[in-house]
């Protein structure tokens, strides 16, 4: 069975990678490998990790500003309080092309993505996201 879990404003666990940022709140380790649970902040103007897919669900709820979303072949712009599933298999991205910072609550399921993002923020660090169109 899972335990409880508190995470306090500014916890977590974070993976800057400049104008990119993401807050890991809770992982496969913590969820019995159901799901994992992040924030996903850009700043005005960035481009997003670039179209991909893999086999996790990635739900996102948008907790501050517009982010932009690909879904498969389709951009759509997504405000404050917008909900977006992208289902496993799916060709998805994200980019914010405001002059407003954005921010994304992310649930990727089942869990164990966070296992990649050691790899993620030191690709970032050797290619910083450029600006969004």
Same mark, same amino acid.
């Given at each position: 069975?899972?335990?409880a879990i508190?995470?306090p404003? !500014?916890g977590?666990?974070s993976?800057?990678m400049?104008?990119?940022?993401s807050?890991? %709140?809770a992982?496969r380790?913590e969820?019995?490998s159901?799901?994992?649970?992040?924030?996903?902040w850009l700043e005005p103007?960035t481009?997003?990790?670039? #179209?991909?897919?893999?086999?996790?669900?990635?739900?996102f709820?948008?907790i501050?500003?517009?982010? =932009?979303? %690909?879904?498969g072949?389709?951009?759509i712009?997504?405000p404050?309080? =917008?909900?977006?599933? #992208?289902?496993?298999g799916m060709?998805?991205?994200?980019?914010n092309?405001?002059?407003?910072?954005?921010?994304v609550?992310?649930f990727?399921?089942?869990? !164990?993505?966070?296992?990649?993002m050691?790899?993620?923020a030191?690709?970032?660090? #050797?290619?910083p996201?450029?600006?969004?169109?």
């Open positions: 069975m899972s335990k508190f995470v404003p !500014g977590g666990r993976y800057p400049g104008r990119i940022s807050v890991f %709140l992982d380790a969820t019995d159901r799901y994992s649970i992040s924030e996903w103007n481009k997003g990790p670039g #179209a991909h897919s893999h086999e996790e669900d990635d739900v709820y948008v501050e500003g517009t982010m =932009s979303l %690909l879904l072949e389709r951009w712009d997504a404050r309080g =917008s909900f977006v599933l #992208a289902p496993g060709t998805h991205d994200f980019e092309r405001t002059d407003r910072r954005a921010g609550l992310n990727s399921v089942p869990g !164990g993505f966070e296992e990649h050691p790899g993620i030191e690709w970032f660090a #050797a290619h996201p450029g600006d969004a169109t």
